[in-house]
């Protein structure tokens, strides 16, 4: 997800359950020379073990995140 030549038109976050808690639609994101930063806000969830997922022009990504 480093690479400056990757398109992000899509993040998700989900919880173990598969719900969706979170979802940011990037469709227009595209800078080889800067970089977007995006600060998501989980706090009003519970601890638990949540999914970030993604999309990409070169395909899908998932991360796991642990709440304490």
Not at 11 to 23: A, D, K, P, R
Not at 27 to 36: E, K
């Amino acid at each position: 997800i480093y690479d400056v030549r990757i398109t992000i038109y899509d993040l998700e976050i989900f919880n173990v359950l598969g719900e969706s808690i979170y979802h940011l639609p990037l469709t227009t994101y595209h800078s080889p020379v800067t970089t977007h930063h995006s600060i998501i806000n989980i706090s009003s969830h519970p601890a638990g073990v949540y999914i970030l997922q993604i999309q990409t022009n070169s395909g899908i990504e998932r991360i796991k995140i642990i709440k304490q």
